[in-house]
C-alpha cells in the first residue's frame, strides 16, 4: 500500500476533517510507522500457536469471573432522604437545569 497524497486527501473526506499541510505529512509518516510495524508483525513465527490465545486463558482457565447474581436488600429510603435540602415523600428535588 502507497500512503500518498491521494490516499490522505480520500481519508480526509472520509473523516470530514479538514488538515492543514503540517498535519498530512505528519499523517503520512505516522500511516507509513505503522505499515512498517504491521510487516513487522507479520514476519513473525506464529507456528503451533492457537488462534484464540488470550492473557486470561491461563490465568483463568476460561471460567467465569463474574460474581454471582443475588439480591440483598438496599438502603432504607427515608435515611437517605433525611438528608435531602429539598424533598418530597419519594424523592430528592433539585433545581431545574434544562428548559
Do not use: C, H
Not at 48 to 57: A, C, H, I, K, T
Not at 61 to 68: C, G, M, V
Amino acid at each position: 500500500m502507497q500512503i500518498n497524497a491521494n490516499l490522505i486527501s480520500y481519508l480526509e473526506e472520509l473523516s470530514n476533517f479538514t488538515l492543514s499541510d503540517s498535519e498530512k505529512t505528519q499523517l503520512t509518516e505516522d500511516l507509513k510507522k505503522i505499515l512498517i510495524d504491521i510487516t513487522r508483525i507479520k514476519e513473525l513465527n506464529t507456528e503451533g500457536l492457537s488462534e484464540n490465545v488470550s492473557p486470561w486463558d491461563a490465568s483463568f482457565d476460561k471460567a467465569n469471573i463474574f460474581r454471582n447474581d443475588e439480591a440483598f436488600s438496599s438502603f432504607d429510603r427515608e435515611s437517605i432522604l433525611k438528608n435531602a435540602p429539598v424533598r418530597n415523600e419519594e424523592f430528592f428535588i433539585a433545581p431545574k437545569t434544562v428548559e
